[in-house]
Nanobody, 120 residues
């Protein structure tokens, strides 16, 4: 059993910052890719940022230069530092991880989602 638990969402004013965290726990053998998606009201889910176990990153064009993804492998945790937030960043943010469990099987796992609202 593997769980991803997110935290750090909330309400922030335009121009503000938030830091999201996502901790993986359970029968984990190894974690490959980790990252964040978001779904805004009335829009499709989109990739926000991704980070491989080797350190390669990928960002949506709309967040480049404002968001930074990082991970703490010792804690099985991925972070998303979000700066210069604007109302278009309002969405539910979901973390994901490609995890190999102790039995040797791997799957994609998802967090429950955390709401980020950017509004004055």
């Amino acid at each position: 059993q593997v769980q991803l638990v997110e935290s750090g969402g909330g309400l922030v004013q335009p121009g503000g910052s938030l830091r999201l965290s996502c901790a993986a726990s359970g029968s984990i053998f190894s974690i490959n890719n980790m990252g964040w998606y978001r779904r805004a009201p009335g829009k499709q889910r989109e990739l926000v940022a991704a980070l491989t176990s080797g350190g390669s990153t990928n960002y949506a064009d709309s967040v480049k230069g404002r968001f930074t993804i990082s991970r703490d492998n010792a804690k099985n945790t991925v972070y998303l530092q979000m700066m210069s937030l604007n109302p278009e960043d309002t969405a539910v943010y979901y973390c994901y991880a490609k995890i190999t469990v102790i039995s040797g099987r791997w799957s994609d796992y998802w967090g429950q989602g955390t709401q980020v609202t950017v509004s004055s």
